[in-house]
């Protein structure tokens, strides 16, 4: 009986490699209650939330701040890296234009802000959009972030 166990263990271990691996990816949401009631979260393959958004007037407003995410994450740059009041780290992805596209969550040291930071540089470009606004998807980001060059930093091009 012991030994059953054991291959099914062994068995389903191999099940479960073959499965398609988890994804990151934005999660775009309306509070209809809110005044500016569409917000999105980027959400790591592990389910968690690595950034999070203002709240935008229209779904369209909040799709072109996943497609700044999409431009601007790659580049060290963009992420101010900035303390709480608390003492708690957290950071902020910042377009070129100096506005605030993201925000972190708080952190327990520099260290597990930067592995936040390094987790929004690897996920951020290709995460998928899922629409939970219950809205029509018409108009929703292709995934593809549109080349710009910067003219504050004319080497960085997307």
Partial sequence: MVFNMYLLRLYSFKLDKGRKMRQAYYRVTKNKEAKQPYHWVLVAPNHEIILVSEN??????????????????PYDENYDRLVAKDGSPYFNLVAQNGEIIGTSEM????NT???GIEA????????EVRDKTGESTSGTT???A???VSPQ??????
């Fill in 56 to 73: 935008y007037s229209s779904k369209q407003m909040a799709l072109r701040g996943i497609d700044s995410v999409r431009v601007n994450c």
């Fill in 107 to 110: 952190y327990s040291s520099d």
């Fill in 113 to 115: 802000r930067d592995i």
């Fill in 120 to 127: 929004v540089k690897k996920y951020g470009r290709d995460a």
């Fill in 142 to 144: 292709t995934g593809e």
């Fill in 146 to 148: 549109k080349p710009i």
């Fill in 153 to 158: 930093r004319p080497w960085i091009s997307c």
